[in-house]
């Protein structure tokens, strides 16, 4: 079964900050997902990658798939940027599509 | 529509009622989760259908009873809950099973309190 390591599993920042993310897990996949998840709400897909890196407005994720590790980054923050970032790999040797999360970082972005 | 619906948003039961959560997905996704969230812990997965039929049942409990009825509904039937079972029930889709690198959506949750 996997392994899901986040670090830092809580991350305070001022407003403007460059906000770093990162995932690593024990067995090799195929693709990683990050995951959005503000207070009580539901999940939010930011990204799923397989290789390289994707960037999407002020949000960038990078994979190292021989590394086995896998970046957020967030520039320019703000205080919307509150919420918890999840990474997810496939579970179950790939085969039957679930997840299986990391416990996630808790970021606060501070005005 | 790229969206996972889910309902209701908030549901407060109790422990000798039964309830239903309801999924539904218009994507053509052909796998379909559960998966039961408690506060500040990640997802954890329950039930997973795929094409229909149940492959992966994590073990939950009979009182949770799932139910595909055709490829864009997923039920989750809630009978004789406890109160730890008060949790955020997320529901999830992806185009297949195996398939996890396109379309993994999830829905908003049904926050559930048992009483």
């Known amino acids: 079964k996997n392994e899901v390591e986040q670090s830092p599993q809580n991350l305070t920042a001022q407003e403007g900050e460059f906000i770093t993310i990162n995932c690593s897990y024990s067995?090799?996949?195929?693709?990683l997902h990050w995951l959005q998840q503000h207070p009580g709400g539901g999940i939010v897909s930011l990204f799923m990658?397989?290789?390289g890196k994707k960037k999407h407005g002020r949000l960038i994720a990078t994979i190292n798939i021989q590394e086995k590790h896998s970046s957020l980054h967030i520039t320019a923050s703000h205080p919307r940027d509150s919420a918890v970032y999840i990474c997810?790999?496939?579970?179950?040797?790939?085969?039957?599509?679930?997840?299986?999360f990391g416990k996630g970082t808790k970021l606060s972005v501070k005005p | 529509d790229t969206e996972v619906t889910q309902t209701p948003k908030h549901l407060v039961m109790g422990m000798t009622n039964k309830k239903s959560l309801k999924c539904e997905q218009h994507?053509?996704?052909?796998?379909m989760y559960w998966y039961k969230q408690k506060a500040k812990k990640p997802p954890e997965l329950m039930f997973v259908?795929?094409?229909?039929?149940?492959?992966i049942n994590e073990s939950v409990p009979s009182r949770f009873s799932p139910e595909c009825p055709n490829s864009s509904l997923l039920n989750l039937h809630l009978h004789a809950l406890q109160p730890e079972d008060s949790a955020l029930y997320l529901c999830?889709?992806?185009?297949?099973?195996?398939?996890?690198?396109?379309?993994?959506?999830f829905g908003s949750g049904t926050r559930l309190t048992v009483v």
């Open positions: 067995v090799g996949i195929s693709a």
């Open positions: 999830a889709s992806s185009q297949g099973p195996g398939l996890t690198n396109y379309g993994y959506t």
């Open positions: 259908y795929s094409y229909e039929k149940l492959s």
């Open positions: 997810a790999v496939p579970g179950g040797g790939g085969s039957q599509g679930n997840l299986i």
């Open positions: 994507m053509g996704h052909r796998a």
């Open positions: 990658l397989s290789s």
